[in-house]
DNA sequence: ATTAGCACTTTCTTGAGATGAGTGCTAACG
DNA sequence: CGTTAGCACTCATCTCAAGAAAGTGCTAAT
């Protein structure tokens, strides 16, 4: 036997004994010879034919060897197929939903910060990987209210309210010291502008009015735009949460220091993640990003299991767990799926309208 | 030598020795020997002189010995009365010093959140380990201003901002379907009754009139009073920020995973840090917690170093350094000082006045 | 009081088998 | 002709013994 036939296509005896790999490994996260799978699987083959097989395999680049004996162990590729085609994902057990299901009653009370916080611990927890979830994105979302509250003669304390329920605050400095009825009539002003437009729509109006207006005679509007200018300008600051980063010490696939060194470095740049995730938002459903699929060096060794949380109209953010490639996948999507899906009913249940 | 004088007291040598362990194992983190030893110190005694020191020292519990050869390491005891009389802290270096009055120029234009969020950064940076700086307790804060913002017909977003600038929120439900007028109407009104009271005195005095004014007529008093009952509740969720929890694992200090473990555990109850951090609130300056003086027996292997930092009326939160109890403490406590004093003077000049 | 010397511990390192799991190849089998 | 048994070979891991390093306690000499 030998040469396969242009190597393309897997025939079936293949997917069994890849499925068998990956689940094994996924099991044990050893590498498995071709004596113990012949043991494993439930059709039988004797552990040459499985041997041959498997270095068909490994040619395709589905499977590889850490060393030259000692089994052989998955590839990123094997994984895509893996999860692609030739498993599906586990029913989700009642007690794992109902715990998500917790979610829906915070969801009526809480201010969306601790609705995310919550979503966030309760997926590392059940995932027992790394868990992110992002903030909705306060550029697309819309303007509920603006506030300002002086604190000092030439500071204001700007509130941005979004319709997504998000709260921002900072401060900007003012040209002079204002009372603060006249910042209570700018903002009722703005308010009025404003409400229901976008962050980002906000911003272009503003600019364009600064423009049109430029001769403005009306003092009280001219100053109204210079403060909305600056209280709705761009503010890097996007939010991020993530919780169970020690899980994956305590998980046996990460011992390896290298490894964990990497994520580590990572995790240190909340924006580099946040990155990642964002790339995400194209997509419905749950998105995988496996081993080298994933852009980010330092993720080269894992996967991100990705998924959105929206309310009717838009997408608002991301949810994520990041695992060893060798996670079980049969678990932890339908996981991520539900979870998403709870999280945007949480949030579109007290959306603000 | 052999039988010391009743253990009390130690005299110069035994200092200079003790003194020498401990610096030699804050450098190495290595048991240190007589041998070695006695190349190191300046004024010269033989190994076995030395050795005779060192078996005092055990047996006044200032050392111990991992095993019965391979040298000596300092106890907590040891490290205590090395603090305490056996050295004084390093003048700060310029450079370090520059590095944390960054934080003075962040600290007019930046929400508070924002500033302790950078001071928790710095200070990980600096030391590379963890570092916690807790928020201002809203308890004892002042009250700046609340403000309510209808967010559905039954739910209200209450927006608290206090003296010490912490901006927080909460949704809270309403009785009935009140105009946003009719919040105004009572956010005017709360303002104008308790600013600069504390949160905590405010409940009182709301508890007390509630009881006072039962058969109260004025409807919308009543009303205001019944939704600044809720809007001041306590909540629970205090603050706090971690950074450099990975700094840990890079050290080589900390390979052991057990110790490793127990600080994982006490960094996913972050309550539980909270309240070591609120016993510091007492003291003046730098506070230490060496190994078993912790309280939290996941700290046993730990120091603790805590500084508070303030207004001018109050202290405010704190910030703290969990390391190695064989940390620099020469180096780590000034620069825990310093940020806390720079600190202060950020969160000073800003504030709401 | 201090130090040199010595016998004794204990850890860490090193290298030599032995073991076990797995592989590739060839030849036999149905 | 696809499948399987057999065999020689390859590594990783374990164990064990020997030896080096570093340290200790004790005794005797200075």
């Known amino acids: 036997m030998g040469t396969r036939k242009q190597g393309q296509d897997i025939d079936e005896r293949m997917q069994m004994v890849l499925r068998g790999i990956v689940d094994s490994y996924i ?3 050893e590498p498995v010879g071709s004596r113990t ?4 699987l439930e059709v039988q083959f004797s552990p040459a034919t499985i041997r041959n097989i498997m270095s068909d395999l490994s040619e395709m680049g589905y499977l590889m060897q850490p060393h030259t004996s000692g089994g052989r162990i998955p590839t990123d590729k ?9 498993v599906v994902a586990n029913q989700l057990p009642n007690s794992i939903q109902s715990h998500i299901a917790e979610l829906s009653k915070l969801g009526t009370t809480a201010p969306v910060e601790v609705l995310l916080q919550n979503t966030t611990r309760i997926l590392a927890g059940l995932t027992k ?7 909705p994105k306060t550029e697309v979302s819309l303007l509920q209210r603006i506030e300002f509250i002086k604190v000092s003669a030439r500071k204001v304390l700007v509130i941005l309210v979004t319709k997504s ?6 401060i900007i400095d003012t040209p002079e010291d204002f009372p603060q009825d006249f910042f209570n009539t700018i903002s009722a002003f703005l308010n009025d502008q404003f409400q229901n437009r976008s962050l980002q729509q906000i911003r272009e109006e503003i600019l364009r009015s600064m423009v049109e207006d430029k001769e403005r005679y009306d003092q009280l509007l001219a100053q109204a735009v210079r403060l909305g200018k600056k209280a709705f300008e761009l503010d890097e600051r996007e939010e991020m949460y993530m919780e169970g980063q020690f899980n994956l010490l305590k998980n046996e696939r990460f011992q390896s220091t290298e490894v964990v060194q990497h994520l580590m470095d990572a995790f240190e740049h909340k924006s580099m993640i946040m990155d990642v995730l964002d790339h995400t938002v194209r997509a419905e459903g749950v998105q995988l990003y496996i081993g080298v699929e994933n852009e980010s060096e330092n993720l080269r060794d894992c996967t991100l299991v990705a998924a959105n949380y929206r309310n009717e ?3 608002l953010g991301t949810i994520g767990v990041i695992g060893p490639t060798s996670m079980n996948y049969q678990h932890i999507i339908p996981v991520v799926d539900y979870t998403a899906k709870i999280l945007s009913q949480a949030i579109s249940e007290q959306a603000y309208d």
């Open 129 to 135: 990987f790394v868990c992110l979830v992002t903030a």
């Open 78 to 86: 094997a994984y895509r197929l893996y999860v692609d085609s030739l």
């Open 165 to 170: 329920g998000v709260v921002r605050n900072k």
């Open 313 to 315: 109209n838009n997408v």
């Open 27 to 29: 099991e044990n996260s």
């Open 37 to 40: 799978l012949s043991k494993q």
